[in-house]
């Protein structure tokens, strides 16, 4: 059995190293690095895949939440609602701006944003709600954009973990997610679904006038070189990711599609362990049916019942198996978001989960080999 990565990022750039290596060698003959072809190129590319008028690249995921957010001109002490159970980027550019979080449980089974909790934290002063896909699945958009029309506030996705999946509303209707909302963030990170090979970031929205601000603020509030009409930031996408992320946005339906079928593998192995509460979609979807792709899994993450996950975590390093906790500690926790505001009661989910999720290797290389490994190395030690 070859060694079991977390991310078997090399695996997958074997497969595609002729083509890659050619394509950014065509950027080092051409030296255009930034904003050259390639990064409109690939810009037009992913308009096409996700559906939807403007793809602004940026030079990070969290870059990317920030301008949005920029652009959609939010003022100090301005209140914004997020989840409590996500990474610390989502909630960090809320502080840097100087607004005003306001942090939220989260539904048990989706780990995406309660929409009881968002309702009961709306107030006077609530501008913005921010849903996170986390770990690959859609949270409730078709809800989420409900309770903003019926409190005029802007909706801004942030995709860095959930790029390709669709969302699919009570009447049919399919759509991707990042492309819901008022504007949408996503990360390239290399570990994402759709990665490159260093940082990089993008800005997603159908609002013409939105996406001319976002296109000034990121290029130090330029529209015409040396004229500054907006305050802006340096936040580009080099054309060596870009032609990097090109390549792989045309085998992103194959790569998550690949991560569905691992995460099946592993929810059969898991059958009947009591245990382990596997990943489900919305809706009651298992979020690994063939009619849906409401998950695209960037993380397949378990919860477990009546067990101590931070011996298992030790268990499976030391039998060769990496894994991961996301999170440990929830936002409202942490030492730069503490607040006074916020009472224990109102995060029983988020402070639950922290206690249970383990996440277990997901990418597009996994045999069936490694997965019986992986998951008979979790059963032997729960049933201990």
């Known amino acids: 059995m070859k060694k079991i990565q977390m991310v078997d990022l090399k695996g997958q750039y074997s497969k595609i190293k002729e083509e890659v290596d050619n394509s950014v060698l065509e950027v080092l003959d051409s030296t255009a690095y930034i904003n050259g072809p390639k990064v409109h190129e690939f810009q037009k590319n992913l308009e096409s895949y996700l559906g939807v008028k403007h793809v602004i690249p940026c030079a990070n995921g969290t870059d990317a939440l920030q301008i949005a957010m920029m652009g959609l001109g939010l003022k100090p002490g301005d209140e914004v609602i997020t989840a409590d159970f996500t990474f610390a980027a989502t909630v960090e550019v809320i502080a840097l701006?100087?607004?005003?979080?306001?942090?939220?449980?989260?539904?048990?089974?989706?780990?995406?944003?309660?929409?009881?909790?968002?309702?009961?934290?709306?107030?006077?002063?609530?501008?913005?709600?921010?849903?996170?896909?986390?770990?690959?699945?859609?949270?409730?958009?078709?809800?989420?954009?409900?309770?903003?029309?019926?409190?005029?506030?802007?909706?801004?996705?942030?995709?860095?973990?959930?790029?390709?999946?669709?969302?699919?509303?009570?009447?049919?209707?399919?759509?991707?997610?990042?492309?819901?909302?008022?504007?949408?963030?996503?990360?390239?990170?290399?570990?994402?679904?759709?990665?490159?090979?260093?940082?990089?970031?993008?800005?997603?929205?159908?609002?013409?006038?939105?996406?001319?601000?976002?296109?000034?603020?990121?290029?130090?509030?330029?529209?015409?070189?040396?004229?500054?009409?907006?305050?802006?930031?340096?936040?580009?996408?080099?054309?060596?990711?870009?032609?990097?992320?090109?390549?792989?946005?045309?085998?992103?339906?194959?790569?998550?599609?690949?991560?569905?079928?691992?995460?099946?593998?592993?929810?059969?192995?898991?059958?009947?362990?009591?245990?382990?509460?596997?990943?489900?979609?919305?809706?009651?979807?298992?979020?690994?049916?063939?009619?849906?792709?409401?998950?695209?899994?960037?993380?397949?993450?378990?919860?477990?019942?009546?067990?101590?996950?931070?011996?298992?975590?030790?268990?499976?390093?030391?039998n060769g198996v990496p894994c991961g906790v996301y999170y440990p500690i929830p936002l409202h926790r942490q030492k730069a978001y503490l607040d006074e505001r916020y009472n224990e009661a109102d995060f029983k989910v988020t402070n639950q989960l922290v206690k249970e999720v383990i996440s277990l290797p997901m990418h597009t290389e996994l045999d069936d080999e490694q997965i019986k490994f992986i998951t008979s190395t979790v059963i032997s030690f729960i049933n201990t």
């Open 97 to 318: 701006l100087q607004l005003t979080p306001v942090l939220v449980d989260v539904d048990p089974v989706s780990f995406n944003i309660d929409i009881e909790a968002i309702k009961n934290a709306i107030t006077p002063k609530t501008k913005a709600i921010v849903p996170v896909h986390l770990f690959g699945m859609c949270a409730n958009m078709e809800a989420i954009m409900q309770i903003a029309s019926d409190h005029n506030l802007f909706v801004i996705e942030d995709n860095a973990q959930a790029i390709g999946a669709t969302d699919t509303y009570k009447n049919g209707t399919k759509t991707k997610a990042g492309v819901i909302g008022h504007v949408a963030s996503t990360s390239f990170f290399p570990s994402k679904n759709l990665g490159c090979y260093g940082d990089g970031g993008a800005i997603f929205t159908n609002d013409d006038k939105l996406a001319h601000i976002i296109r000034g603020i990121v290029n130090h509030g330029m529209y015409e070189r040396y004229h500054h009409d907006v305050v802006g930031v340096n936040s580009r996408l080099d054309s060596v990711q870009a032609a990097v992320l090109d390549i792989k946005l045309k085998r992103l339906d194959s790569y998550n599609s690949e991560r569905q079928n691992a995460a099946r593998a592993y929810n059969k192995a898991f059958e009947g362990q009591a245990k382990i509460i596997t990943p489900t979609g919305n809706n009651g979807c298992s979020g690994i049916c063939n009619a849906c792709d409401c998950h695209v899994f960037h993380q397949y993450t378990l919860r477990l019942l009546n067990s101590d996950r931070d011996a298992l975590v030790k268990h499976l390093n030391d």
